[in-house]
């Protein structure tokens, strides 16, 4: 079963950021978290991931709380392109080679 | 485009009948892998291997389901005697040894009538 767990939708109007909530209160120590979305009809694609502190790329910020119970995946600025599937996962990197997918939050974004 | 194909993209089968899906992972990318994703729900882990070794299989790869990767470069999933069970998306994804991501191809839609 899945570690984590996400609203099953939520709504973002275009050009506002989207914060994408996670709660993983059984973490361990050795477990990052990762997010990947899903645009429809293509597979999984990774956007971020990290153990303990903030992380940011060109895609999006990731915010870890410091019990590392949860997280909020951060878009800045969201455009109708980021209408997707997003999947929060916990996974030791170079252990666990498979990943586990939960269902994911379905995020619609409004023009 | 270097990334990860997947052929063919579609297949409309009868039940009983025999399939194979093909997948041709990013270059040098040692480790494929194969999810299984229906309707609604996230993508399934069905096996990976590491180069041409299979390293793990779900039980969710029944013995009607085979999988291969004889040169450690692309790879097959069979599934014999299909039943309507088994329609779904078939993905494929393909990472280096240790790497934190995993890169996916599009996928192969499988609709058993």
């Known amino acids: 079963d899945a570690k984590t767990t996400q609203p099953p939708s939520m709504d973002c109007a275009e050009g506002r950021a989207a914060n994408l909530p996670c709660n993983h209160s059984?973490?361990?120590?050795?477990?990052?978290v990762y997010w990947y979305r899903q645009i429809h009809s293509q597979g999984p694609q990774y956007i971020i991931h990290?153990?303990?502190n903030n992380e940011t790329n060109e895609m999006a910020s990731l915010i870890i709380t410091e019990d590392r119970k949860s997280s909020t995946l951060i878009l800045p600025h969201a455009t109708l392109r980021d209408t997707a599937v997003y999947y929060c996962i916990v996974r030791v990197a170079s252990r666990d080679d498979k990943i586990i997918f939960g269902k994911g939050t379905r995020l619609h974004i409004l023009p | 485009d270097t990334g990860v194909s997947q052929n063919p993209r579609h297949k409309i089968t009868k039940r009983g009948q025999n399939v194979t899906f093909r997948c041709d992972p990013i270059?040098?990318?040692?480790?494929l892998y194969w999810y299984r994703q229906t309707l609604g729900q996230g993508p399934e882990f069905l096996t990976y291997f590491q180069n041409e070794a299979q390293l793990e299989k779900s039980r969710l790869l029944s013995d009607r389901f085979s999988a291969e990767r004889p040169k450690g470069s692309f790879s097959t999933l069979e599934i014999q005697r299909t039943e309507q069970g088994d329609s779904a998306m078939y993905l494929c994804a393909s990472s280096v040894s240790l790497a934190y991501e995993q890169y996916f191809g599009p996928g192969t839609r499988l609709t058993v009538t």
């Open positions: 990290g153990l303990k």
């Open positions: 059984t973490i361990s120590g050795n477990e990052y």
């Open positions: 270059s040098e990318h040692n480790r």
